[in-house]
């Protein structure tokens, strides 16, 4: 799961039957495995709409705890694995190294990726990941 899904829980405009469906499983226990930098990037976009007035620091902390209470499992990534595989990913799919993490950790563990990112999604169906 990419940090844009979390996100779209925050916001109702950004919500689709796909985030609110992925919502629901966390809420039913199933656990999900992201890489290591996407609470940076969920903590990057809460701080983003703060500055844009689209939540206050009160919703932004509430809306953080909220989402550390799921069974989020963060995958710790080796150097050695983030200056090779994720790099190569990225090369493989012209992706930043942000959203290769993703992609190479859905391939590394074979798990599916939930993504709202256009270019990710589109790179996942090209390496033969299944999207949620």
Request: charged share 20%.
């Amino acid at each position: 799961m990419d940090a844009s899904i979390a996100v779209s829980w925050c916001f109702e405009d950004e919500a689709t039957a796909v985030t609110e469906g992925i919502l629901d499983l966390l809420a039913k226990g199933t656990t999900v495995v992201v890489p290591a930098v996407w609470p940076l990037e969920v903590a990057n976009a809460m701080l983003s709409a703060e500055r844009k007035k689209r939540i206050n620091v009160a919703q932004a902390t509430a809306f953080l705890r909220r989402i550390a209470g799921f069974p989020i499992s963060v995958d710790a990534i080796p150097l050695g694995r983030a200056f090779d595989q994720v790099l190569s990913v990225g090369r493989q799919h012209q992706l930043t190294a942000y959203d290769a993490a993703y992609l190479e950790l859905s391939l590394r563990e074979t798990l599916p990726l939930a993504t709202l990112d256009n270019d990710l999604r589109r790179s996942a169906g090209i390496a033969g990941v299944d999207l949620l």
